[in-house]
């Protein structure tokens, strides 16, 4: 049980030591991973929708 305290102490201490991001910084980058997870999800569905239809023209002949 001592271990289990020590071990959440030092946790504790660690934590303090920690460089926390600015709220607007961390909006900005959440809005980049968003806006660059969009791109990226837009353009998987526009080259799936290409070959399924590439596909489906060779498979109909």
Do not use: C, H
């Amino acid at each position: 049980m001592k271990k289990i305290f020590s071990y959440f102490s030092e946790v504790l201490v660690e934590l303090k030591k920690v460089s926390w991001p600015k709220r607007n910084e961390v909006i900005q980058l959440l809005s980049l991973v968003v806006a660059i997870s969009a791109i990226v999800a837009i353009f998987v569905g526009v080259v799936d929708f290409g070959l399924t239809k590439l596909l489906e023209s060779l498979l109909a002949k």
